[in-house]
């Protein structure tokens, strides 16, 4: 095996995304050959023990990649030191370490990937892909022409103007509005803001879309499935990954 970057071994090793890889070497939590490592720098070869937690991990040769419609009050993580349930813990019977595609908020039902494959989570999460995300929001009140064109322009959130979005409202609840919401970031609760920027806070937020994929109607909330291979290619595709 070529020498590499220990975050990308790590992800590699099916232990977490590249990303979240730096932040466990950063907290001392990986070692290797027996001596902590904290610099991101350090190179790794095939030959050399690495262990996280004191657990030694090794490159996962089997890539999963399972779709889960995630509960509301269920971590999108894979560990919660507060204890609070996680979304990997409704994965029961696959022996691959999962990690989850980006986050849906605590109180955000829906589509959620997870995987093992760390190079296919960088590029589905990298905003330079801008992969399409749909959701459904139960919105206070009812919403006008006007916010629908403020939403297809773009707003400006407290951290900067965001990319144009797609806003349609598609049903009503009482005096509130069933909206379908399109975006291609994947800002923290930037559904959430988005829609606060335009008076109309969500009530419920649920995700039915992830680039090419729907959630559909056969997973009840907690219930999980392995994505079809013409599903996993449609994403590579997507993420401009050749297989
Ligand atoms: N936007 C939000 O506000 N929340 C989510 O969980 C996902 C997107």
Redesign the pocket.
Known sequence: MEEMRLQKYLALCGVASRRSSETMIAEGRVTVNGRVVTEMGTKVTGKDTVCVDGKAVKPERNKVYIMINKPVGVLSSTSDDRGRQCVVDLVEGVRERLYPVG???YD?SGLLLLTNDGDFTRKLTHPSFEIW?T?EALVKGEINEGNIKRFSEGLVLDDGPTLPALLTVIGHKGDNAIAEVRVREGRN?????MLEAIRHP?IK?K?TGFGPLELGDDLRPGAWRYLTDAEVAMLFKAAGISE
Do not use: A, E, M, S
Not at 189 to 193: A, F, K, P
């Open positions: 986050r849906l908020d955000t995300k959701y609760r930037q559904v959430r803001r969500v937020l995700r």
